[in-house]
């Protein structure tokens, strides 16, 4: 969607476009005119004017055509056309005054002109720095060192141990009991490898500085795409800074890769650690850290990246504009097509039959809108998915729809909608299309965690919301063979005279900070 300063940007750009080109072409006519007259005196002079309205046209054709590109902001493409035209503008007039016609009655209107051009010459060439691919490959927020500062590997060997000693069933009460554990001796690995599907991704996007190869023994940066990315972390003694990592990728790791440490998590957000449970651990038997390096798992994990790496560009980056435009049959709406990944052409015409399969009420509510765009992520299986978005991101104003397997599943502020492809997402669409009357007894806290089948532990829920609770349930479980005194609570929030919560909110501490937090829904209207 074409943001409200992009969209003003383009009409200044076009109207100008117009203008400067009705004024060469006076500026030609003239030119024919003074010849036919043989006035040619004129005819220096008018070739000096010329260069303004020329020049002028070519600035802004160039700024709208290939301004996305270049990655600058808005403000930045307004601010370098107008600027630019500045100095063709006083170039062209200084020049008039040493043609023929002026040269001999103002020669310090000549200098004045020269000094006002090479002013805004120097001036656009500082803006011109500013969004330069040199200094800032991309349009996004400024890297924030408070926020992600590398990878360290030593600061999971906490985990890692523990982890390891629930495996092995043991309890050690000396170092050298500890380090008898079989497996221990890789424990260096196993603490590293929630990292190293991160740092893979980015060996084979080229994200890696020279200093990274140089330090892991590699001459040309395409042999590191073929190595095994734990032995180049142990190169780096399992420590890789900033200075390891093109500043270009940094502000996207500052929005993804935002944990203080690895047991910090939240399930609705698209953070690197929701990922790696997702794909990872709770594929195999939730072991965190104590397992092999799987070439499967990373593929998982690339495309987890690679949507969040989207994600992250249609949010901060230059938003690309699109001439596709889809239309919503059973209402008359023309809705703005945004794909994200991978979407064929068969895919997208069955998310439309499924817009046009909603419900009356759903269809009711959105066809109020004007402006409609259809974001489109690549799937997953063969359910359809997409995201109904109004108004303007840049202004954070209207309301997203998500529409997952034909039941919308999510209302929310422009600013808070995600892939709909989240497991969450994914229950929510299962629950919504279940038969809410499948009711089991199951336990509140899970007997991982100390729970019971005691009555005091035992509640109503419906099949459907059984199998989002079990995930939550795991990776809680998992939490809690690595960190020692970890608190976990489970409240069942009921509406009036009910049996069945309407959710249960899922809180874990340790050492009185909280580490995890969660709400299930149950009962969805």
């Known amino acids: 969607m074409k943001s409200k300063g992009s969209a003003l940007l383009t009409v200044y750009l076009v109207i100008s476009i117009v203008l400067d080109l009705a004024a060469a072409g006076f500026c030609i006519l003239s030119l024919v005119v003074f010849y036919l007259d043989h006035d040619y005196e004129y005819i220096e002079m008018i070739w000096a004017v010329l260069i303004i309205p020329v020049f002028a046209f070519l600035v802004n054709l160039m700024t709208l055509i290939k301004g996305h590109e270049t990655k600058r902001t808005n403000g930045q493409r307004f601010g370098l056309a107008v600027i630019l035209k500045a100095f063709f503008f006083n170039l062209g007039f200084g020049i008039i005054y040493i043609t023929p016609l002026f040269i001999d009655e103002n020669k310090a209107a000549f200098f004045f002109f020269m000094v006002l051009a090479v002013i805004f010459g120097i001036s656009s060439l500082g803006i011109y720095r500013l969004g330069s691919p040199s200094k800032r490959s991309v349009a996004y927020p400024t890297y924030d060192k408070k926020k992600f500062s590398g990878f360290d590997g030593k600061a999971n060997l906490r985990g890692a141990i523990g982890e390891l000693c629930y495996i092995n069933g043991a309890n050690p009460r000396s170092v050298d009991q500890m380090r008898s554990l079989p497996g221990y001796d890789r424990i260096g690995q196993y603490a590293a490898l929630p990292i190293i599907y991160m740092l893979k991704w980015l060996i084979d996007h080229d994200y890696m500085t020279e200093k990274f190869y140089r330090r892991s023994g590699i001459n040309n940066p395409e042999d590191a795409k073929y190595a095994n990315p734990m032995e180049l972390f142990q190169k780096q003694e399992y420590v890789i800074g900033i200075k390891d990592i093109k500043s270009e990728i940094l502000g996207f790791l500052d929005s993804y890769y935002v944990i203080q440490d690895l047991y910090r998590y939240n399930c609705t957000y698209a953070y690197y650690i929701r990922d790696y449970y997702e794909q990872v651990v709770s594929k ?242």
């Not at 209302?411 to 089991?440: Q, R």
């Not at 005691?454 to 079990?470: C, R, T, W």
């Open 284 to 525: 195999q038997s939730n072991i965190v850290f104590c397992r092999e390096y799987s070439s499967q798992a990373q593929e998982d994990m690339n495309r987890k990246i690679d949507e969040a790496y989207l994600d992250y560009i249609h949010e901060y980056g230059e938003e690309v504009d699109t001439e596709r435009k889809l239309s919503w049959r059973t209402e008359g709406v023309e809705l703005a097509l945004y794909t994200v990944g991978h979407v064929h052409e068969d895919y997208i015409d069955n998310c439309m039959n499924m817009i046009e399969s909603l419900d009356d009420r759903d269809r009711e509510n959105l066809k109020k809108e004007d402006n409609i765009d259809i974001i489109i992520y690549e799937p997953k299986d063969d359910r359809c998915a997409v995201v109904l978005r109004t108004e303007d991101l840049e202004d954070y104003s209207g309301v997203c729809v998500t529409v997952f397997d034909g039941v919308v599943t999510a209302v929310c502020g422009i600013e808070d909608y995600t892939s709909p492809w989240t497991m969450k997402n994914m229950y929510k669409a299962d629950a919504l299309k279940s038969n809410v009357e499948e009711i089991a007894y199951v336990p509140i806290v899970p007997q991982g965690l100390g729970g019971g089948l005691e009555p005091s532990n035992m509640i109503y829920l419906p099949a459907y919301a059984i199998g989002y609770k079990n995930y939550v349930d795991n990776l809680l479980c998992a939490y809690h063979r690595m960190i020692k005194g970890l608190e976990v609570i489970y409240k069942p929030i009921y509406g009036d005279k009910a049996k069945i919560p309407e959710f249960i909110y899922v809180e874990a501490k340790a050492d009185g900070r909280e580490v995890f937090e969660e709400r299930i829904d149950v009962v969805w209207n």
